[in-house]
C-alpha cells in the first residue's frame, strides 16, 4: 500500500482530480509532500473499435448485429463495441463446444490436454502486462492489483491445473474420473480475468468444453485470452467467448446441450440459476455473494491487523466477494484500531488506476456506484456515523472515497446486506463467544479473517466460523491449490485446489 502524503491535488494525465489530501502530514518545513504522477504506459495495448465474438475458433458479429459500449469507469468514455450474443449465436457455441468434446478434446489424453493449458499461461506471461493494462482500462482497479494479483494468479491457475490433467486418476476424485462435457460458465465484472482462469483452467483440464459469459461491463480481457487460444492453437469450439449482458447469460445456461453450469456473482441471480437448472440433469456451481467478517481480538498486533484490515476492505475497491466488510473488534481496543485505521487510510490514494501509486481505483460502473451509495445513505439513516479521509476524487467517471462506519449494530443495512464497494462497518464484541455469534449472524459464508496472537484462538475461531475460507493473521491470501466457496447464501461446489476439479467429473 501507497504511503502517500499528498498536500495537494495530482492531476495525472487522462485524469481530473485524483488523490486523497492527507491531513496533518507535512514535511519539517510544513510543505507538504506530493507524489509525482507514475502512470502505466497504454502504449502496449490496442483497443479496437469493435469487438466480435469468440465463437468455434473465429471471432465473427453476433447473428443479429447487436452490439454495447464497454467503457472505462474512471472516465466514463466508451471504449469500444461489443458483440452481444443472441438465442443463435448460443446454439453455434455451444454446438462447436459439443463436437469439439466429442471430436477432440474428451478423447485427447491429458498429458496433451495439459500442454495447451501450460502455453496458455505461458502466453499470459509473456503478455502480462499488456492484461494488466487493459484489465485496469477496462475495470478500473489499479495497475498494481492487476499487475502484482489478477494476471499473475490466472497465469498460475492455468499452470496448476495443467499439472492435474494427466493425473485425474490419482486425484482422490473416484475411479477414472469422466468429464461432463459442455460447460456454461457465466462470471462477473470484479477480477474479469482471473474469474474467467477460474473457471476454464479445470474445466479444461477434466476434459470439458466451455462457453464463457464475460460480464457486460469487462468483456476486454476474457476477448484477449479469446485471443491466447487462438495463439497456442487450442482446438476450434474448445473454449468459446459470449459476450452480452444478463440475458446472454440466462439463455446460455438454460440452453439444453449444457452439462455443467459454473456461476460466480450475486445471490439474486444464483438463485434464479439454481431455480432454472433445477429438474435439469446440469450440474451446478455458484460462487455468490458475501459479508464476511474479520475479527481482532485484543492481543492481535495493531498494526499488523490494520493492514489485513486495508486489504480486506479497499483491496480492489472492495468490489470482492470474501471482502472482510464487517469489522469485528473487540471491545477493549475498538478504540485504538479505529484510530490507527483512520490515520492509515490518510495515505491511501485514489484516483487513477494507471498510475502506479494508486491504490484504490474506480467503480466499476453508474450501477455499482449508485448501489454503494444508496446503502450508505441507508447506514447513516439508520444511525451509524460516517467517515471518509479528506479525498477529492476525480470529476469524471465513477468514485467512491474509502468510507467507514461506526456505531454499526447488527440490524443495520450496511452490516447485513453485500455494498460491494470500499465500505466497512465497523461492529464491537466482548467475548469468543460474542465474536463467533456475530461473524456468523449473516445469511453468506464465504470468508472471515481472525486477528490474535494465540494460535489456539485461532483453531478455536476457524471451527466455529461458518465461512469456506478462513483466514488467520492475513486477509485476501488467494493460491491456485486452495479450494475457495462458501456455506449458506454464498453458493455452493468449491473453486480452486483439488476440489475444483471434482465440480468438473463424473466418477
Ligand atoms: P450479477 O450476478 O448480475 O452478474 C454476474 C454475471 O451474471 C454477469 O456476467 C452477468 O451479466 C450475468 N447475469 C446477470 N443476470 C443473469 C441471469 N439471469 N442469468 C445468467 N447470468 C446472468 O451481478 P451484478 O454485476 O449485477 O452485480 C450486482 C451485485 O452482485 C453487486 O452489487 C454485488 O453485490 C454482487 N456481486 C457479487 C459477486 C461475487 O463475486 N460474489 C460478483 C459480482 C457481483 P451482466 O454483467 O452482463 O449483467
Same mark, same amino acid.
Given at each position: 500500500?501507497?504511503?502517500?502524503?499528498?498536500?495537494?491535488?495530482?492531476?495525472?494525465?487522462?485524469?481530473?482530480?485524483?488523490?486523497?489530501?492527507?491531513?496533518?502530514?507535512?514535511?519539517?518545513?510544513?510543505?507538504?509532500?506530493?507524489?509525482?504522477?507514475?502512470?502505466?504506459?497504454?502504449?502496449?495495448?490496442?483497443?479496437?473499435?469493435?469487438?466480435?465474438?469468440? &465463437?468455434?475458433?473465429?471471432?465473427?458479429?453476433?447473428?443479429?448485429?447487436?452490439?454495447?459500449?464497454? #467503457?472505462?469507469?474512471?472516465?466514463?468514455?466508451?471504449?469500444?463495441?461489443?458483440?452481444?450474443?443472441?438465442?443463435?449465436? &448460443?446454439?453455434?457455441?455451444?454446438?462447436?463446444?459439443?463436437?469439439?468434446?466429442?471430436?477432440?478434446?474428451?478423447?485427447?489424453?491429458?498429458?496433451?490436454?495439459?500442454?495447451?493449458?501450460?502455453?496458455?499461461?505461458?502466453?499470459?506471461?509473456?503478455?502480462?502486462?499488456?492484461?494488466?493494462?487493459? =484489465?485496469?482500462?477496462?475495470?478500473?482497479?489499479?495497475?498494481?492489483?492487476?499487475? $502484482?494479483? *489478477?494476471?499473475?494468479?490466472?497465469? @498460475?491457475?492455468?499452470?496448476?491445473?495443467?499439472?492435474? @490433467? $494427466?493425473?485425474? *486418476?490419482?486425484?482422490?476424485?473416484?475411479?477414472?474420473?469422466?468429464?461432463?462435457?459442455?460447460? @456454461?460458465?457465466?462470471?462477473?465484472?470484479?477480477?474479469?480475468?482471473?474469474?474467467?482462469?477460474?473457471?476454464?483452467?479445470?474445466?479444461?483440464?477434466?476434459?470439458?468444453?466451455?462457453?464463457?459469459?464475460?460480464?457486460?461491463?469487462?468483456?476486454?480481457?476474457?476477448?484477449?485470452?479469446?485471443?491466447?487460444?487462438?495463439?497456442?492453437?487450442?482446438?476450434?469450439?474448445?473454449?468459446?467467448?459470449?459476450?452480452?449482458?444478463?440475458?446472454?447469460?440466462?439463455?446460455?445456461? /438454460?440452453?439444453?446441450?449444457?452439462?455443467?453450469?459454473?456461476?460466480?456473482?450475486?445471490?439474486?441471480?444464483?438463485?434464479?440459476?439454481?431455480?432454472?437448472?433445477?429438474? /435439469?440433469?446440469?450440474?451446478?456451481?455458484?460462487?455468490?455473494?458475501?459479508?464476511?467478517?474479520?475479527?481482532?481480538?485484543?492481543?492481535?498486533?495493531?498494526?499488523?491487523?490494520?493492514?489485513? #484490515?486495508?486489504?480486506?476492505?479497499?483491496?480492489?475497491?472492495?468490489?470482492?466477494?470474501?471482502?472482510?466488510?464487517?469489522?469485528?473488534?473487540? =471491545?477493549?481496543?475498538?478504540?485504538?484500531?479505529?484510530?490507527?485505521?483512520?490515520?492509515?487510510?490518510?495515505?491511501?490514494?485514489?484516483?487513477?488506476?494507471?498510475?502506479?501509486?494508486?491504490?484504490?481505483?474506480?467503480?466499476?460502473?453508474?450501477?455499482?456506484?449508485?448501489?454503494?451509495?444508496?446503502?450508505?445513505?441507508?447506514?447513516?439513516?439508520?444511525?451509524?456515523?460516517?467517515?471518509?479521509?479528506?479525498?477529492?476524487?476525480?470529476?469524471?467517471?465513477?468514485?467512491?472515497?474509502?468510507?467507514?462506519?461506526?456505531?454499526?449494530?447488527?440490524?443495520?443495512?450496511?452490516?447485513?446486506?453485500?455494498?460491494?464497494?470500499?465500505?466497512?462497518?465497523?461492529?464491537?464484541?466482548?467475548?469468543? $463467544? =460474542?465474536?463467533?455469534?456475530?461473524?456468523?449472524?449473516?445469511?453468506?459464508?464465504?470468508?472471515?479473517?481472525?486477528?490474535?496472537?494465540?494460535?489456539?484462538? #485461532?483453531?478455536?475461531?476457524?471451527?466455529?466460523?461458518?465461512?469456506?475460507?478462513?483466514?488467520?493473521?492475513?486477509?485476501?491470501?488467494?493460491?491456485?491449490?486452495?479450494?475457495?466457496?462458501?456455506?449458506?447464501?454464498?453458493?455452493?461446489?468449491?473453486?480452486?485446489?483439488?476440489?475444483?476439479?471434482?465440480?468438473?467429473?463424473?466418477?
Amino acid at each position: 500500500m501507497g504511503s502517500g502524503k499528498s498536500g495537494k491535488k495530482n492531476t495525472p494525465a487522462g485524469v481530473a482530480d485524483v488523490g486523497v489530501v492527507a491531513e496533518g502530514v507535512v514535511d519539517t518545513d510544513g510543505a507538504a509532500w506530493e507524489y509525482a504522477p507514475a502512470p502505466e504506459s497504454r502504449d502496449i495495448v490496442t483497443i479496437a473499435p469493435e469487438y466480435g465474438l469468440f &465463437i468455434n475458433g473465429e471471432f465473427r458479429p453476433s447473428a443479429a448485429g447487436r452490439t454495447f459500449a464497454t #467503457i472505462n469507469p474512471a472516465t466514463g468514455e466508451p471504449l469500444a463495441k461489443v458483440a452481444e450474443a443472441g438465442p443463435a449465436d &448460443i446454439d453455434h457455441a455451444v454446438a462447436a463446444a459439443r463436437a469439439a468434446y466429442e471430436n477432440a478434446w474428451g478423447p485427447m489424453p491429458g498429458s496433451e490436454r495439459a500442454k495447451y493449458l501450460f502455453r496458455i499461461a505461458r502466453v499470459l506471461q509473456e503478455r502480462s502486462r499488456e492484461f494488466a493494462v487493459l =484489465e485496469s482500462i477496462d475495470n478500473g482497479k489499479p495497475i498494481r492489483e492487476s499487475r $502484482d494479483v *489478477d494476471i499473475p494468479l490466472a497465469a @498460475a491457475h492455468f499452470f496448476y491445473y495443467a499439472g492435474w @490433467a $494427466d493425473k485425474l *486418476d490419482h486425484a482422490g476424485l473416484g475411479p477414472a474420473p469422466r468429464p461432463l462435457g459442455v460447460a @456454461a460458465q457465466v462470471i462477473p465484472w470484479n477480477f474479469p480475468l482471473l474469474m474467467a482462469a477460474w473457471k476454464l483452467a479445470p474445466a479444461l483440464a477434466a476434459g470439458n468444453t466451455c462457453v464463457l459469459k464475460p460480464a457486460e461491463t469487462t468483456p476486454l480481457t476474457a476477448l484477449l485470452l479469446a485471443e491466447v487460444c487462438q495463439q497456442v492453437g487450442l482446438p476450434s469450439g474448445v473454449v468459446s467467448v459470449l459476450t452480452g449482458a444478463g440475458e446472454t447469460g440466462a439463455a446460455l445456461v /438454460t440452453h439444453p446441450d449444457v452439462d455443467k453450469i459454473a456461476f460466480t456473482g450475486s445471490t439474486e441471480v444464483g438463485k434464479q440459476i439454481a431455480a432454472s437448472a433445477a429438474g /435439469t440433469p446440469k450440474k451446478l456451481t455458484l460462487e455468490l455473494g458475501g459479508k464476511a467478517a474479520n475479527i481482532v481480538f485484543d492481543d492481535a498486533p495493531v498494526e499488523q491487523a490494520v493492514e489485513g #484490515i486495508v486489504n480486506g476492505i479497499f483491496f480492489n475497491q472492495g468490489h470482492v466477494c470474501c471482502a472482510g466488510s464487517r469489522l469485528l473488534v473487540q =471491545e477493549s481496543v475498538a478504540e485504538a484500531v479505529v484510530d490507527r485505521l483512520k490515520h492509515r487510510l490518510q495515505t491511501l490514494r485514489v484516483g487513477d488506476p494507471l498510475d502506479k501509486n494508486t491504490d484504490v481505483g474506480a467503480i466499476n460502473s453508474r450501477q455499482q456506484l449508485d448501489k454503494i451509495t444508496e446503502l450508505t445513505a441507508a447506514g447513516e439513516a439508520e444511525g451509524a456515523e460516517r467517515w471518509s479521509p479528506p479525498c477529492r476524487l476525480p470529476d469524471t467517471g465513477f468514485w467512491f472515497p474509502p468510507t467507514v462506519f461506526t456505531g454499526v449494530s447488527q440490524s443495520h443495512r450496511i452490516a447485513r446486506e453485500e455494498i460491494f464497494g470500499p465500505v466497512l462497518s465497523v461492529l464491537t464484541f466482548r467475548t469468543p $463467544d =460474542e465474536a463467533v455469534a456475530k461473524a456468523n449472524n449473516t445469511p453468506y459464508g464465504l470468508s472471515a479473517g481472525i486477528w490474535t496472537d494465540k494460535g489456539s484462538r #485461532i483453531l478455536w475461531m476457524a471451527q466455529r466460523m461458518r465461512a469456506g475460507v478462513v483466514w488467520a493473521n492475513t486477509y485476501n491470501r488467494f493460491d491456485p491449490t486452495s479450494p475457495f466457496g462458501g456455506y449458506k447464501e454464498s453458493g455452493y461446489g468449491r473453486e480452486g485446489g483439488r476440489h475444483g476439479l471434482a465440480a468438473y467429473v463424473d466418477v
